[in-house]
T-cell receptor, first 112, second 113 residues
Framework: DAGVIQSPRHEVTEMGQEVTLRCKPI?????LFWYRQTMMRGLELLIY????????DSGMPEDRFSAKMPNASFSTLKIQPSEPRDSAVYFC??????????FGSGTRLTVV | AQSVTQLDSQVPVFEEAPVELRCNYS??????LFWYVQYPNQGLQLLLK??????LVKGINGFEAEFNKSQTSFHLRKPSVHISDTAEYFC???????????FGTGTRLLVSP
């Protein structure tokens, strides 16, 4: 099992540019989560999907953020336009009905 | 709604000493409880989990935790720590009916020689 796969590992972009983060969950897991981690705010849940359907997006900071899950094996988190305050580590995690999450290694985003 | 409190933001300890990282939660329903560890520049890794059954749960790397329902606590313990245990530790809770996991703010364990 390759685990949860995120790409890219690092992303440096200029303010105003579009950024797309990608996630491949573990096969058979029916829930997928996007988190953001910063020193100031810790781990924040942005959005989660169950069976490819968005269930709770109350953590998405603003309209510049959007997430999709077109099928059970792929999800994207898009920021458009990006701003320096979006700089953070973004984690994707997946889980089955019971138990905890399996996290990916994260994408470190720097917006300059 | 659930919440998790990790009162200690940082715990310094000497190598081979015992350690306890505290976690308290609040919830009005039955819960599942978890501890995760995050090493520098890495994702979160599951240390152990309580779903049901015995209240003493053993995890990886010699860690264990005890679920105390009356005190709504799930403290993490290790009898003898190593330098390599230096990391951030997160306690998390979810209710049994939902997938959403709520994390505490984390405790940084610093093990020195």
């Amino acid at each position: 099992d390759a685990g949860v796969i995120q790409s890219p590992r690092h992303e440096v972009t200029e303010m105003g540019q579009e950024v797309t983060l990608r996630c491949k969950p573990i096969s058979g897991h029916n829930s997928l989560f996007w988190y953001r981690q910063t020193m100031m705010r810790g781990l924040e849940l942005l959005i989660y999907f169950n069976n490819n359907v968005p269930i709770d997006d109350s953590g998405m900071p603003e309209d510049r953020f959007s997430a999709k899950m077109p099928n059970a094996s792929f999800s994207t988190l898009k920021i458009q336009p990006s701003e320096p305050r979006d700089s953070a580590v973004y984690f994707c995690a997946s889980s089955s009905e019971m138990g905890g999450y399996t996290f990916g290694s994260g994408t470190r985003l720097t917006v300059v | 709604a659930q919440s998790v409190t990790q009162l200690d933001s940082q715990v310094p300890v000497f190598e081979e000493a015992p350690v306890e990282l505290r976690c308290n939660y609040s919830s009005s329903v039955s819960v599942y409880l978890f501890w995760y560890v995050q090493y520098p520049n890495q994702g979160l890794q599951l240390l152990l989990k309580y779903l049901s059954g015995s209240t003493l749960v053993k995890g990886i790397n010699g860690f264990e935790a005890e679920f105390n329902k009356s005190q709504t606590s799930f403290h993490l313990r290790k009898p003898s720590v190593h330098i390599s245990d230096t990391a951030e530790y997160f306690c998390a809770v979810r209710d049994t009916g939902f997938q959403k996991l709520v994390f505490g703010t984390g405790t940084r364990l610093l093990v020195s020689p």
